[in-house]
């Protein structure tokens, strides 16, 4: 697997990211994920283990019109079981960090923003009422047939998850537990 890093300038944008994605996917390479910020756009590529990274980055970057590029090696460390059949269960199930609570329905429905990697899902929101407050507490896990589990993932995404309360949050406090 080889991550093909395009650096285009200062005038790119997210639709230019998703369009240059898709134009390399059109063409034939197997991009497993991409993922771009305002600086660079990260593609991975699957690639057999003899193929030239640089040519490949250099084919890349000239299909999408672009001439800053870098190639690295990924590196796998760890291996994820196949999936047997349907929608895989979560493996290393962990607390994720709630960053923004939204109250909709006239306050009986908290929707939470979650925190994870790309290669994670929302396993759940828990939810504890009292008189005072409600705590909720976010769980993410990773897929077992999920292909960039075995992937060293340093950025982070995050996902929305909806809750319905006993009764209207009213006048208590929202309070998340953090990892």
Wanted: hydrophobic share 45%; aromatic share 4%.
């Amino acid at each position: 697997m080889l991550r093909v890093t395009l650096r285009p300038g200062d005038t790119w944008t997210e639709s230019a990211s998703a369009a240059a994605a898709a134009t390399v996917s059109a063409a034939g390479v197997d991009v497993v994920a991409a993922y771009a910020d305002a600086k660079s756009l990260d593609l991975y590529v699957s690639a057999a283990p003899d193929t030239d990274g640089t040519a490949l980055g250099q084919a890349i970057a000239d299909l999408v019109g672009i001439g800053a590029y870098e190639v690295a090696d990924v590196w796998r460390v760890a291996s994820a079981p196949p999936a047997e059949h349907g929608r895989s269960p979560l493996v290393r199930v962990h607390r994720a960090p709630i960053l923004h609570v939204l109250v909709h329905h006239g306050g009986r429905v908290l929707r939470a923003q979650i925190r994870h990697r790309p290669a994670e899902h929302v396993h759940s929101v828990r939810v504890e009422e009292s008189d005072d407050a409600v705590l909720l507490t976010a769980s993410v896990g990773e897929p077992t047939d999920e292909r960039r589990s075995d992937l060293l993932q340093l950025r982070a995404t995050t996902s929305w998850a909806a809750v319905t309360l006993a009764r209207p949050l009213g006048d208590r406090r929202i309070r998340t537990r953090q990892p």
